[in-house]
Protein backbone atom coordinates (compact mmCIF):
# COMPACT_ATOMS: atom_id res chain seq x y z
CA UNK A 1 0.00 0.00 0.00
CA UNK A 2 1.31 3.44 -1.15
CA UNK A 3 1.13 5.76 1.94
CA UNK A 4 2.11 10.01 2.16
CA UNK A 5 4.26 10.52 5.12
CA UNK A 6 3.37 13.71 7.05
CA UNK A 7 6.82 14.58 7.03
CA UNK A 8 9.78 14.26 5.09
CA UNK A 9 11.29 10.72 5.18
CA UNK A 10 14.58 10.93 7.52
CA UNK A 11 15.96 7.47 6.55
CA UNK A 12 19.32 8.49 4.88
CA UNK A 13 20.12 11.39 7.77
CA UNK A 14 18.67 11.00 11.59
CA UNK A 15 17.94 14.77 11.78
CA UNK A 16 16.90 17.64 9.66
CA UNK A 17 16.90 21.38 10.35
CA UNK A 18 13.36 23.05 9.81
CA UNK A 19 14.80 26.99 9.51
CA UNK A 20 11.78 29.31 9.18
CA UNK A 21 9.46 26.55 8.70
CA UNK A 22 7.08 28.75 10.30
CA UNK A 23 6.04 31.38 7.63
CA UNK A 24 3.58 33.62 9.43
CA UNK A 25 3.20 36.90 11.20
CA UNK A 26 6.42 38.66 12.99
CA UNK A 27 4.94 41.19 14.39
CA UNK A 28 2.46 39.49 16.42
CA UNK A 29 -0.13 41.89 17.25
CA UNK A 30 -2.58 40.00 17.73
CA UNK A 31 -3.18 36.01 17.35
CA UNK A 32 -0.82 33.94 15.03
CA UNK A 33 -1.65 34.71 11.85
CA UNK A 34 -0.61 32.41 8.94
CA UNK A 35 1.15 29.96 11.09
CA UNK A 36 2.74 26.71 9.24
CA UNK A 37 4.55 24.05 10.73
CA UNK A 38 6.53 22.01 8.22
CA UNK A 39 4.02 23.19 5.39
CA UNK A 40 0.59 22.98 7.76
CA UNK A 41 -1.38 26.00 8.33
CA UNK A 42 -2.67 26.19 11.89
CA UNK A 43 -4.03 29.84 12.27
CA UNK A 44 -5.59 32.00 9.69
CA UNK A 45 -7.54 31.48 6.67
CA UNK A 46 -7.31 29.07 3.95
CA UNK A 47 -8.06 29.68 0.30
CA UNK A 48 -11.10 27.76 -0.56
CA UNK A 49 -9.86 25.16 -3.46
CA UNK A 50 -11.13 26.47 -6.22
CA UNK A 51 -12.77 23.01 -7.27
CA UNK A 52 -14.79 22.79 -3.98
CA UNK A 53 -16.63 26.14 -5.20
CA UNK A 54 -17.87 24.75 -8.41
CA UNK A 55 -21.17 23.13 -8.72
CA UNK A 56 -21.21 20.00 -10.55
CA UNK A 57 -23.12 16.30 -11.13
CA UNK A 58 -23.22 15.47 -7.08
CA UNK A 59 -20.67 11.88 -6.51
CA UNK A 60 -20.80 9.94 -3.86
CA UNK A 61 -18.74 7.80 -2.07
CA UNK A 62 -18.32 4.99 0.77
CA UNK A 63 -15.83 5.64 3.60
CA UNK A 64 -13.49 3.06 5.43
CA UNK A 65 -11.60 5.13 8.46
CA UNK A 66 -9.37 3.46 10.55
CA UNK A 67 -6.75 5.63 12.69
CA UNK A 68 -4.74 3.31 14.32
CA UNK A 69 -5.39 4.85 17.58
CA UNK A 70 -8.38 5.90 20.08
CA UNK A 71 -9.28 8.84 22.25
CA UNK A 72 -7.61 12.01 21.90
CA UNK A 73 -5.65 11.54 18.97
CA UNK A 74 -8.35 9.49 16.90
CA UNK A 75 -11.12 12.33 17.55
CA UNK A 76 -8.78 14.99 16.35
CA UNK A 77 -8.29 13.04 12.84
CA UNK A 78 -11.70 12.82 12.89
CA UNK A 79 -12.63 15.93 13.33
CA UNK A 80 -10.03 17.32 10.95
CA UNK A 81 -11.25 15.05 7.82
CA UNK A 82 -13.44 16.36 5.42
CA UNK A 83 -14.38 13.10 3.77
CA UNK A 84 -15.24 12.00 7.44
CA UNK A 85 -17.41 14.96 8.33
CA UNK A 86 -19.00 15.31 4.60
CA UNK A 87 -19.57 11.45 4.72
CA UNK A 88 -23.44 11.78 4.21
CA UNK A 89 -23.13 14.65 1.70
CA UNK A 90 -22.33 14.47 -2.04
CA UNK A 91 -19.03 15.86 -3.61
CA UNK A 92 -19.33 18.42 -6.46
CA UNK A 93 -18.00 16.24 -9.62
CA UNK A 94 -15.24 14.22 -9.66
CA UNK A 95 -12.60 17.58 -9.36
CA UNK A 96 -14.30 18.48 -6.34
CA UNK A 97 -14.54 14.77 -4.23
CA UNK A 98 -10.48 15.07 -5.10
CA UNK A 99 -10.01 18.04 -4.06
CA UNK A 100 -11.05 17.25 -0.42
CA UNK A 101 -9.67 14.09 0.00
CA UNK A 102 -6.41 15.63 -1.62
CA UNK A 103 -6.74 18.34 1.49
CA UNK A 104 -7.53 15.61 4.12
CA UNK A 105 -3.76 15.06 4.29
CA UNK A 106 -2.89 18.69 4.78
CA UNK A 107 -5.37 19.04 7.59
CA UNK A 108 -5.18 15.13 9.29
CA UNK A 109 -1.39 16.28 9.85
CA UNK A 110 -2.07 19.54 10.78
CA UNK A 111 -3.94 17.53 14.00
CA UNK A 112 -1.02 14.89 14.51
CA UNK A 113 1.09 17.91 14.75
CA UNK A 114 -0.90 19.72 17.20
CA UNK A 115 -0.51 16.79 19.47
CA UNK A 116 3.24 15.98 18.86
CA UNK A 117 3.27 13.41 16.02
CA UNK A 118 5.52 14.46 13.52
CA UNK A 119 6.48 11.03 12.02
CA UNK A 120 2.81 9.53 11.26
CA UNK A 121 1.75 8.62 7.89
CA UNK A 122 -1.13 8.92 6.30
CA UNK A 123 -3.03 7.57 3.17
CA UNK A 124 -6.39 8.15 1.24
CA UNK A 125 -7.34 4.95 -1.50
CA UNK A 126 -9.76 6.68 -3.59
CA UNK A 127 -10.90 3.62 -5.73
CA UNK A 128 -7.50 1.46 -4.83
CA UNK A 129 -5.08 4.77 -5.75
CA UNK A 130 -3.43 7.21 -4.12
CA UNK A 131 -5.53 10.72 -3.89
CA UNK A 132 -2.45 12.00 -4.50
CA UNK A 133 -1.55 10.51 -7.58
CA UNK A 134 -5.28 10.86 -9.44
CA UNK A 135 -5.49 13.38 -12.17
CA UNK A 136 -8.56 16.07 -11.57
CA UNK A 137 -10.17 14.61 -14.64
CA UNK A 138 -10.18 11.17 -13.80
CA UNK A 139 -13.09 8.61 -14.24
CA UNK A 140 -14.47 6.93 -10.96
CA UNK A 141 -16.96 4.37 -10.31
CA UNK A 142 -20.03 5.95 -8.51
CA UNK A 143 -20.03 5.44 -5.80
CA UNK A 144 -16.15 4.87 -5.01
CA UNK A 145 -15.03 3.43 -2.01
CA UNK A 146 -12.54 5.59 -0.05
CA UNK A 147 -10.02 4.03 2.63
CA UNK A 148 -8.18 6.46 4.86
CA UNK A 149 -5.68 4.77 6.79
CA UNK A 150 -3.71 7.10 9.17
CA UNK A 151 -0.47 5.79 11.27
CA UNK A 152 0.43 8.48 14.26
CA UNK A 153 3.64 7.07 14.91
CA UNK A 154 5.57 7.97 17.86
CA UNK A 155 4.42 11.07 19.94
CA UNK A 156 7.38 13.68 20.30
CA UNK A 157 8.27 15.87 23.30
CA UNK A 158 10.02 18.66 23.54
CA UNK A 159 14.47 18.17 23.55
CA UNK A 160 16.53 21.70 23.60
CA UNK A 161 14.74 25.10 23.83
CA UNK A 162 16.67 27.86 23.48
CA UNK A 163 15.35 31.92 23.88
CA UNK A 164 17.53 34.37 22.78
CA UNK A 165 16.93 38.01 24.50
CA UNK A 166 14.49 37.03 26.69
CA UNK A 167 12.62 39.89 28.50
CA UNK A 168 14.61 40.77 32.06
CA UNK A 169 12.65 40.23 34.74
CA UNK A 170 11.64 40.14 37.92
CA UNK A 171 9.14 43.17 36.86
CA UNK A 172 5.62 44.82 38.60
CA UNK A 173 3.02 42.60 38.54
CA UNK A 174 0.49 44.99 36.20
CA UNK A 175 3.72 44.43 33.92
CA UNK A 176 3.64 40.64 34.22
CA UNK A 177 3.71 38.49 31.18
CA UNK A 178 2.64 34.77 31.38
CA UNK A 179 5.48 32.59 30.78
CA UNK A 180 5.66 30.18 27.74
CA UNK A 181 6.39 27.34 30.63
CA UNK A 182 3.02 27.15 31.60
CA UNK A 183 1.43 25.82 28.24
CA UNK A 184 4.29 23.14 28.54
CA UNK A 185 6.96 24.72 26.58
CA UNK A 186 9.13 22.97 28.87
CA UNK A 187 12.00 20.26 27.90
CA UNK A 188 9.56 16.98 28.41
CA UNK A 189 6.51 18.31 27.61
CA UNK A 190 4.34 17.15 24.48
CA UNK A 191 5.71 18.86 21.51
CA UNK A 192 1.98 20.63 20.49
CA UNK A 193 2.80 22.52 17.31
CA UNK A 194 0.43 25.30 18.37
CA UNK A 195 2.48 25.64 21.52
CA UNK A 196 5.35 26.82 19.85
CA UNK A 197 3.24 29.83 18.23
CA UNK A 198 1.73 30.60 22.15
CA UNK A 199 5.29 30.62 23.26
CA UNK A 200 5.94 33.20 20.88
CA UNK A 201 3.83 35.65 21.80
CA UNK A 202 4.15 35.52 25.12
CA UNK A 203 7.63 36.30 24.80
CA UNK A 204 6.76 39.23 22.80
CA UNK A 205 4.02 40.37 25.24
CA UNK A 206 6.89 40.46 27.83
CA UNK A 207 8.53 42.76 25.75
CA UNK A 208 5.45 44.93 24.98
CA UNK A 209 4.30 45.23 28.75
CA UNK A 210 7.78 47.05 29.08
CA UNK A 211 6.83 49.34 26.77
CA UNK A 212 8.84 48.04 23.80
CA UNK A 213 5.73 48.10 21.08
CA UNK A 214 7.80 46.60 18.15
CA UNK A 215 8.78 43.61 20.05
CA UNK A 216 8.65 40.42 17.29
CA UNK A 217 10.29 37.52 16.49
CA UNK A 218 13.38 37.92 14.73
CA UNK A 219 14.26 34.63 13.93
CA UNK A 220 13.08 30.69 14.96
CA UNK A 221 14.40 27.46 13.93
CA UNK A 222 12.71 24.43 14.78
CA UNK A 223 14.89 20.55 14.69
CA UNK A 224 12.69 17.21 14.56
CA UNK A 225 15.14 14.61 15.47
CA UNK A 226 13.50 11.50 14.60
CA UNK A 227 15.45 8.94 16.69
CA UNK A 228 14.88 10.68 19.90
CA UNK A 229 11.57 11.59 19.18
CA UNK A 230 12.14 15.34 19.93
CA UNK A 231 11.59 18.83 18.83
CA UNK A 232 14.47 21.19 19.48
CA UNK A 233 13.42 24.79 19.02
CA UNK A 234 15.68 27.57 19.07
CA UNK A 235 13.88 31.40 19.34
CA UNK A 236 15.45 35.12 19.22
CA UNK A 237 13.32 37.74 19.93
CA UNK A 238 14.10 41.63 19.02
CA UNK A 239 12.39 43.82 21.39
CA UNK A 240 13.08 46.79 19.34
CA UNK A 241 13.06 50.50 20.03
CA UNK A 242 11.33 51.25 23.75
CA UNK A 243 9.22 54.12 23.57
CA UNK A 244 6.46 56.16 25.24
CA UNK A 245 3.06 57.44 24.21
CA UNK A 246 3.33 60.49 21.82
CA UNK A 247 1.11 62.65 20.11
CA UNK A 248 -2.50 61.17 19.80
CA UNK A 249 -4.63 62.19 16.33
CA UNK A 250 -8.59 61.38 15.54
CA UNK A 251 -10.04 60.63 12.54
CA UNK A 252 -13.26 60.11 11.55
CA UNK A 253 -15.51 61.98 13.98
CA UNK A 254 -18.90 64.07 12.39
CA UNK A 255 -19.87 65.00 15.55
CA UNK A 256 -18.04 63.94 18.29
CA UNK A 257 -15.23 66.45 19.82
CA UNK A 258 -11.89 64.80 18.92
CA UNK A 259 -10.10 66.35 22.30
CA UNK A 260 -12.84 64.36 24.24
CA UNK A 261 -12.23 61.20 22.53
CA UNK A 262 -8.56 61.24 22.97
CA UNK A 263 -9.29 62.20 27.00
CA UNK A 264 -11.88 59.45 27.14
CA UNK A 265 -9.04 56.69 26.06
CA UNK A 266 -6.94 57.64 29.60
CA UNK A 267 -3.40 57.76 27.02
CA UNK A 268 -1.16 60.19 28.95
CA UNK A 269 1.24 61.54 26.60
CA UNK A 270 4.71 60.77 27.53
CA UNK A 271 4.04 57.21 29.70
CA UNK A 272 5.41 54.41 28.81
CA UNK A 273 3.44 52.36 26.35
CA UNK A 274 1.78 49.71 27.36
CA UNK A 275 -0.73 46.92 25.68
CA UNK A 276 -2.85 46.95 28.92
CA UNK A 277 -3.33 50.68 28.61
CA UNK A 278 -4.08 50.22 24.85
CA UNK A 279 -6.82 47.67 25.60
CA UNK A 280 -8.52 49.65 28.44
CA UNK A 281 -8.63 53.02 26.05
CA UNK A 282 -10.29 50.83 23.45
CA UNK A 283 -13.01 49.39 25.98
CA UNK A 284 -13.56 52.85 26.99
CA UNK A 285 -14.23 54.49 23.85
CA UNK A 286 -16.48 51.44 22.87
CA UNK A 287 -18.23 51.98 26.06
CA UNK A 288 -19.12 55.41 25.10
CA UNK A 289 -22.05 53.50 22.66
CA UNK A 290 -21.55 55.84 19.98
CA UNK A 291 -19.10 54.25 17.19
CA UNK A 292 -19.81 51.75 14.88
CA UNK A 293 -16.34 50.87 14.38
CA UNK A 294 -13.04 52.07 15.88
CA UNK A 295 -9.41 51.23 16.25
CA UNK A 296 -6.07 52.16 17.63
CA UNK A 297 -2.78 52.16 15.25
CA UNK A 298 -0.04 53.22 16.67
CA UNK A 299 2.83 54.33 13.82
CA UNK A 300 4.65 51.81 11.79
CA UNK A 301 8.06 53.00 13.51
CA UNK A 302 9.16 54.39 16.88
CA UNK A 303 10.60 58.07 15.84
CA UNK A 304 14.14 59.34 17.46
CA UNK A 305 12.47 60.96 19.80
CA UNK A 306 11.18 57.82 21.63
CA UNK A 307 7.44 58.92 21.13
CA UNK A 308 5.30 56.48 19.27
CA UNK A 309 2.23 58.24 17.62
CA UNK A 310 -1.03 56.72 18.00
CA UNK A 311 -4.16 57.11 15.70
CA UNK A 312 -7.50 57.37 17.08
CA UNK A 313 -9.96 55.73 13.92
CA UNK A 314 -13.65 56.02 13.76
CA UNK A 315 -16.97 55.56 12.49
CA UNK A 316 -20.16 56.89 14.16
CA UNK A 317 -23.48 55.44 14.54
CA UNK A 318 -26.99 57.71 13.94
CA UNK A 319 -27.74 59.89 16.61
CA UNK A 320 -30.80 58.48 17.78
CA UNK A 321 -32.53 55.22 18.05
CA UNK A 322 -35.37 53.98 19.19
CA UNK A 323 -37.34 50.39 20.88
CA UNK A 324 -39.92 48.79 22.12
CA UNK A 325 -40.65 45.46 24.46
CA UNK A 326 -43.50 43.75 25.86
CA UNK A 327 -44.46 41.13 28.44
CA UNK A 328 -47.19 38.82 29.34
CA UNK A 329 -48.68 37.57 32.68
CA UNK A 330 -51.46 35.88 33.10
CA UNK A 331 -52.13 37.47 36.66
CA UNK A 332 -50.75 41.05 35.60
CA UNK A 333 -51.65 41.17 32.47
CA UNK A 334 -49.89 42.48 29.21
CA UNK A 335 -47.62 45.46 29.48
CA UNK A 336 -46.05 47.39 26.75
CA UNK A 337 -43.12 49.78 26.86
CA UNK A 338 -40.60 51.74 24.63
CA UNK A 339 -37.48 53.94 24.66
CA UNK A 340 -35.95 56.68 22.52
CA UNK A 341 -32.21 57.26 22.88
CA UNK A 342 -29.75 60.40 21.40
CA UNK A 343 -26.17 59.01 21.76
CA UNK A 344 -24.48 62.65 21.22
CA UNK A 345 -26.20 65.67 22.48
CA UNK A 346 -23.38 67.65 22.82
CA UNK A 347 -20.29 66.24 21.01
CA UNK A 348 -18.89 64.72 23.87
CA UNK A 349 -21.39 61.30 23.80
CA UNK A 350 -24.12 62.50 26.09
CA UNK A 351 -26.77 60.43 26.20
CA UNK A 352 -30.61 61.38 26.83
CA UNK A 353 -32.95 58.56 26.98
CA UNK A 354 -36.77 58.62 27.04
CA UNK A 355 -38.88 55.57 28.35
CA UNK A 356 -42.79 55.18 28.35
CA UNK A 357 -44.75 52.42 30.09
CA UNK A 358 -47.95 50.95 29.98
CA UNK A 359 -49.07 47.61 32.04
CA UNK A 360 -51.80 46.26 33.44
CA UNK A 361 -53.75 45.67 30.28
CA UNK A 362 -56.08 43.21 31.05
CA UNK A 363 -59.79 41.78 29.30
CA UNK A 364 -62.17 43.67 29.17
CA UNK A 365 -60.47 46.49 29.12
CA UNK A 366 -61.02 49.07 31.99
CA UNK A 367 -58.14 52.14 31.38
CA UNK A 368 -58.67 53.44 34.95
CA UNK A 369 -56.97 50.06 36.02
CA UNK A 370 -53.84 50.33 33.57
CA UNK A 371 -49.83 51.67 35.07
CA UNK A 372 -48.62 54.24 33.43
CA UNK A 373 -44.72 55.25 33.70
CA UNK A 374 -42.66 58.02 32.01
CA UNK A 375 -39.26 59.42 32.38
CA UNK A 376 -35.92 60.75 31.44
CA UNK A 377 -32.12 59.43 31.87
CA UNK A 378 -29.38 61.85 30.75
CA UNK A 379 -26.00 60.77 31.08
CA UNK A 380 -22.68 62.96 30.78
CA UNK A 381 -19.22 60.33 30.52
CA UNK A 382 -16.16 60.86 31.78
CA UNK A 383 -17.16 63.78 34.36
CA UNK A 384 -14.29 63.50 36.72
CA UNK A 385 -12.37 60.15 34.94
CA UNK A 386 -12.70 58.23 31.94
CA UNK A 387 -14.88 55.39 34.03
CA UNK A 388 -17.25 58.31 35.74
CA UNK A 389 -20.83 59.11 34.60
CA UNK A 390 -22.56 61.80 35.95
CA UNK A 391 -26.23 60.35 35.91
CA UNK A 392 -29.58 62.37 35.81
CA UNK A 393 -33.07 61.12 36.21
CA UNK A 394 -36.79 62.09 36.66
CA UNK A 395 -39.80 59.93 36.14
CA UNK A 396 -43.82 59.98 37.42
CA UNK A 397 -46.06 56.96 37.47
CA UNK A 398 -49.25 55.38 38.40
CA UNK A 399 -49.67 52.12 40.12
CA UNK A 400 -52.85 50.67 40.56
CA UNK A 401 -52.64 47.42 43.07
CA UNK A 402 -54.89 45.83 45.20
CA UNK A 403 -54.06 47.10 48.30
CA UNK A 404 -53.68 51.02 46.99
CA UNK A 405 -53.10 53.02 44.01
CA UNK A 406 -49.77 55.43 43.89
CA UNK A 407 -48.98 58.46 42.27
CA UNK A 408 -45.46 59.59 42.69
CA UNK A 409 -42.87 61.59 41.35
CA UNK A 410 -39.04 61.06 41.63
CA UNK A 411 -35.53 61.97 40.70
CA UNK A 412 -31.83 61.00 41.55
CA UNK A 413 -28.52 62.45 40.67
CA UNK A 414 -25.43 61.36 41.36
CA UNK A 415 -22.53 59.27 39.90
CA UNK A 416 -21.57 56.01 38.21
CA UNK A 417 -17.96 54.64 38.61
CA UNK A 418 -16.49 52.01 36.74
CA UNK A 419 -13.61 50.42 38.99
CA UNK A 420 -12.71 47.67 36.97
CA UNK A 421 -14.07 45.19 34.41
CA UNK A 422 -16.45 43.45 37.06
CA UNK A 423 -16.75 45.72 40.13
CA UNK A 424 -18.51 49.31 39.75
CA UNK A 425 -20.86 51.50 41.85
CA UNK A 426 -23.24 54.37 42.33
CA UNK A 427 -23.39 57.14 45.37
CA UNK A 428 -26.28 60.59 44.97
CA UNK A 429 -28.88 62.22 46.22
CA UNK A 430 -32.62 61.36 45.72
CA UNK A 431 -36.28 62.70 45.75
CA UNK A 432 -39.78 61.74 45.87
CA UNK A 433 -43.38 62.82 46.31
CA UNK A 434 -46.34 60.37 46.46
CA UNK A 435 -49.53 59.93 46.71
CA UNK A 436 -51.14 57.03 48.16
CA UNK A 437 -55.50 56.49 47.70
CA UNK A 438 -57.62 53.75 48.44
CA UNK A 439 -55.42 52.38 50.78
CA UNK A 440 -57.74 49.47 52.84
CA UNK A 441 -55.72 49.60 55.58
CA UNK A 442 -54.13 52.89 56.28
CA UNK A 443 -56.34 54.94 54.28
CA UNK A 444 -54.77 58.08 52.12
CA UNK A 445 -51.18 59.35 52.52
CA UNK A 446 -48.83 61.59 51.30
CA UNK A 447 -45.20 60.89 51.54
CA UNK A 448 -42.40 63.52 50.55
CA UNK A 449 -38.78 62.04 50.77
CA UNK A 450 -35.05 62.95 49.97
CA UNK A 451 -31.92 61.16 50.81
CA UNK A 452 -29.42 59.36 48.95
CA UNK A 453 -28.37 56.31 47.91
CA UNK A 454 -25.49 53.72 47.11
CA UNK A 455 -24.70 50.71 45.12
CA UNK A 456 -22.18 48.55 44.53
CA UNK A 457 -21.73 45.53 41.81
CA UNK A 458 -19.99 43.04 41.25
CA UNK A 459 -20.60 41.42 38.02
CA UNK A 460 -18.58 38.22 36.26
CA UNK A 461 -21.41 36.89 34.15
CA UNK A 462 -20.59 35.90 30.59
CA UNK A 463 -23.62 37.66 28.91
CA UNK A 464 -26.65 39.85 30.90
CA UNK A 465 -29.59 38.25 28.99
CA UNK A 466 -28.58 34.65 28.82
CA UNK A 467 -25.25 34.23 31.11
CA UNK A 468 -23.94 30.83 31.58
CA UNK A 469 -20.81 30.84 34.09
CA UNK A 470 -20.07 34.16 36.66
CA UNK A 471 -21.46 35.44 39.57
CA UNK A 472 -23.56 38.52 39.86
CA UNK A 473 -23.82 40.39 43.54
CA UNK A 474 -25.50 43.59 43.81
CA UNK A 475 -25.73 45.91 47.50
CA UNK A 476 -28.29 48.62 47.42
CA UNK A 477 -28.67 51.47 50.79
CA UNK A 478 -30.83 53.98 50.92
CA UNK A 479 -30.55 56.29 53.87
CA UNK A 480 -33.67 58.90 53.77
CA UNK A 481 -35.87 61.53 55.50
CA UNK A 482 -39.52 61.51 55.18
CA UNK A 483 -40.88 65.30 55.99
CA UNK A 484 -44.66 64.58 56.89
CA UNK A 485 -44.13 62.56 58.98
CA UNK A 486 -41.00 64.08 60.31
CA UNK A 487 -39.17 59.87 60.35
CA UNK A 488 -35.55 58.57 59.30
CA UNK A 489 -35.63 55.54 57.66
CA UNK A 490 -33.03 53.41 55.69
CA UNK A 491 -33.63 50.73 53.59
CA UNK A 492 -31.05 48.14 52.05
CA UNK A 493 -31.01 45.02 49.85
CA UNK A 494 -28.25 42.43 48.83
CA UNK A 495 -28.89 39.91 45.94
CA UNK A 496 -26.37 37.17 44.84
CA UNK A 497 -26.78 35.02 41.89
CA UNK A 498 -24.55 32.43 40.44
CA UNK A 499 -24.82 30.13 37.12
CA UNK A 500 -22.59 27.07 36.60
CA UNK A 501 -22.42 25.85 33.02
CA UNK A 502 -21.95 21.54 32.20
CA UNK A 503 -21.99 19.96 28.89
CA UNK A 504 -20.99 20.79 25.29
CA UNK A 505 -21.07 24.30 25.00
CA UNK A 506 -22.21 24.71 28.29
CA UNK A 507 -25.91 23.88 27.23
CA UNK A 508 -26.90 22.72 30.73
CA UNK A 509 -26.74 25.63 33.04
CA UNK A 510 -27.08 25.57 36.65
CA UNK A 511 -28.56 29.18 38.12
CA UNK A 512 -29.45 29.99 41.44
CA UNK A 513 -30.73 33.29 43.20
CA UNK A 514 -30.95 34.66 46.97
CA UNK A 515 -31.87 38.18 47.59
CA UNK A 516 -32.89 39.43 51.46
CA UNK A 517 -33.51 43.27 52.09
CA UNK A 518 -34.50 45.62 55.80
CA UNK A 519 -35.86 48.53 56.35
CA UNK A 520 -35.21 50.46 59.27
CA UNK A 521 -37.63 53.18 60.48
CA UNK A 522 -41.08 53.97 61.98
CA UNK A 523 -43.96 51.85 62.21
CA UNK A 524 -45.72 50.56 58.93
CA UNK A 525 -48.23 53.48 59.01
CA UNK A 526 -45.79 55.95 58.76
CA UNK A 527 -43.34 54.30 56.24
CA UNK A 528 -44.33 55.46 52.12
CA UNK A 529 -45.92 51.76 51.23
CA UNK A 530 -43.42 51.47 47.68
CA UNK A 531 -40.53 51.48 50.49
CA UNK A 532 -42.12 48.39 51.78
CA UNK A 533 -41.25 44.91 50.58
CA UNK A 534 -43.36 42.77 48.67
CA UNK A 535 -42.85 39.36 46.78
CA UNK A 536 -44.77 37.42 44.04
CA UNK A 537 -44.15 37.99 40.21
CA UNK A 538 -42.48 37.15 37.60
CA UNK A 539 -39.57 38.80 38.51
CA UNK A 540 -40.23 37.39 42.10
CA UNK A 541 -41.93 34.13 43.14
CA UNK A 542 -43.61 32.71 39.60
CA UNK A 543 -47.14 31.17 40.49
CA UNK A 544 -48.24 34.17 42.52
CA UNK A 545 -49.51 37.54 41.61
CA UNK A 546 -47.01 40.67 41.32
CA UNK A 547 -46.62 41.73 44.92
CA UNK A 548 -49.17 39.57 46.41
CA UNK A 549 -47.17 37.61 48.81
CA UNK A 550 -46.79 40.22 51.87
CA UNK A 551 -47.69 41.20 55.84
CA UNK A 552 -51.55 40.07 56.90
CA UNK A 553 -52.56 43.39 58.29
CA UNK A 554 -55.44 41.61 60.54
CA UNK A 555 -58.15 42.76 57.77
CA UNK A 556 -57.94 40.07 55.36
CA UNK A 557 -55.14 43.17 53.13
CA UNK A 558 -51.50 42.37 51.79
CA UNK A 559 -49.39 45.09 53.24
CA UNK A 560 -45.63 45.43 52.83
CA UNK A 561 -43.11 44.58 55.32
CA UNK A 562 -39.44 45.60 57.02
CA UNK A 563 -38.14 41.93 55.64
CA UNK A 564 -37.81 40.21 52.48
CA UNK A 565 -36.18 37.18 51.82
CA UNK A 566 -36.39 34.78 48.25
CA UNK A 567 -34.50 32.83 46.27
CA UNK A 568 -34.89 30.80 42.95
CA UNK A 569 -33.92 27.98 41.70
CA UNK A 570 -33.23 27.00 37.95
CA UNK A 571 -32.36 24.05 35.74
CA UNK A 572 -31.66 25.06 31.92
CA UNK A 573 -31.05 22.95 29.18
CA UNK A 574 -30.14 23.81 25.51
CA UNK A 575 -32.07 21.18 23.18
CA UNK A 576 -30.30 23.13 19.87
CA UNK A 577 -29.81 26.73 18.87
CA UNK A 578 -33.26 27.81 18.89
CA UNK A 579 -34.62 26.13 21.73
CA UNK A 580 -34.64 25.22 25.38
CA UNK A 581 -36.02 24.31 28.30
CA UNK A 582 -36.18 25.22 32.12
CA UNK A 583 -37.45 23.72 35.54
CA UNK A 584 -37.55 26.04 38.28
CA UNK A 585 -38.09 26.83 41.90
CA UNK A 586 -38.69 29.92 43.71
CA UNK A 587 -39.71 30.48 47.17
CA UNK A 588 -40.20 34.09 48.98
CA UNK A 589 -41.67 35.95 52.39
CA UNK A 590 -41.58 39.22 53.56
CA UNK A 591 -42.09 39.59 57.36
CA UNK A 592 -43.49 42.79 59.29
CA UNK A 593 -41.18 43.03 62.70
CA UNK A 594 -38.71 40.10 62.52
CA UNK A 595 -36.94 38.41 59.63
CA UNK A 596 -38.50 35.81 58.04
CA UNK A 597 -38.19 32.02 58.67
CA UNK A 598 -37.29 29.95 55.92
CA UNK A 599 -39.97 27.05 56.98
CA UNK A 600 -42.60 29.91 56.16
CA UNK A 601 -41.00 30.63 52.72
CA UNK A 602 -43.95 30.92 49.28
CA UNK A 603 -43.31 28.40 46.97
CA UNK A 604 -44.02 28.00 43.15
CA UNK A 605 -41.86 25.70 40.95
CA UNK A 606 -43.05 25.10 37.11
CA UNK A 607 -40.99 24.70 33.98
CA UNK A 608 -40.48 26.96 30.70
CA UNK A 609 -39.65 26.98 27.38
CA UNK A 610 -36.99 29.03 25.64
CA UNK A 611 -36.29 30.68 21.89
CA UNK A 612 -33.30 31.90 21.17
CA UNK A 613 -32.80 34.90 18.98
CA UNK A 614 -29.56 37.22 18.65
CA UNK A 615 -31.70 39.95 20.76
CA UNK A 616 -31.72 36.81 23.88
CA UNK A 617 -34.06 33.94 24.84
CA UNK A 618 -37.53 34.63 24.00
CA UNK A 619 -39.31 33.22 27.75
CA UNK A 620 -42.37 31.09 28.12
CA UNK A 621 -42.99 30.14 32.08
CA UNK A 622 -45.83 27.88 33.19
CA UNK A 623 -46.03 28.03 37.60
CA UNK A 624 -47.83 26.39 39.73
CA UNK A 625 -48.15 27.72 43.20
CA UNK A 626 -47.07 24.90 45.91
CA UNK A 627 -48.60 26.38 49.19
CA UNK A 628 -51.59 28.15 47.71
CA UNK A 629 -53.20 30.22 49.44
CA UNK A 630 -56.73 31.26 49.66
CA UNK A 631 -56.63 34.07 47.45
CA UNK A 632 -53.58 32.49 45.06
CA UNK A 633 -54.22 31.35 41.52
CA UNK A 634 -54.08 27.72 40.35
CA UNK A 635 -51.57 28.63 38.03
CA UNK A 636 -49.44 31.86 35.96
CA UNK A 637 -48.11 31.60 32.53
CA UNK A 638 -45.29 34.34 31.87
CA UNK A 639 -43.82 36.20 28.42
CA UNK A 640 -40.90 37.94 28.22
CA UNK A 641 -37.17 38.22 26.94
CA UNK A 642 -33.99 37.11 28.30
CA UNK A 643 -33.51 34.75 31.76
CA UNK A 644 -35.84 35.44 34.58
CA UNK A 645 -32.77 36.67 36.56
Not at 93 to 118: Q, S
Not at 140 to 166: C, K, M, Y
Not at 208 to 237: C, F, M, N, W
Not at 421 to 443: K, P
Request: aromatic share 10%; glycine share 12%.
Amino acid sequence: MDSVDCVPAVKAIKRHSLVALFVASTTLAGPAQGFELFGIQFFGSEAEDAADAVIADPRTYTLTFETGAEGEVDGALRGASNLWGDRDEPASGVAGLLAKARGDYARMTGALYNLGYYGGAISILVGGREASSIPPDATLPEPVDIVVTVNPGPQFTFGALRIANRAPGPVPPHDEAEPPEEIGFVTGGVARATIVAQAEQRLVEAWRQLGYPKAAIASRDVVADHPSRTLEVSITVDPGAYAAVGPIGVQGTERMDPEFIVRQTGLVPGAETDPDDLDLARERLTRLGVFRSLRIEAAEAVPASGLLPYQIIVQEQALRRFGIGASYGTLDGLGVEGYWLHRNLFGQAERLRLDARVAGISWPIETEEFDYAFGGTFTKPGIFTPDTDLVASISADRSVLPLYTENSVQGRVGIEQLFTDTISGGVGVQFQHSYFEDDETFGNRTFTTAGLYGRGVFDSRDSDLDPTEGFYIEGTIDPLYEFEYENTLVRATLEGRTYFGFGEDDNIVLAARVRAGALAGPSLSEIPPDLLFFAGGGGSVRGYAYRSIGVDDGMGNVTGGRYLLEGSLEARMRFNDQFGGVAFLDGGYVAADTFPDLEELKLGAGVGIRYYTALGPLRLDLALPLNKGEDDPDYALYVGIGQSF
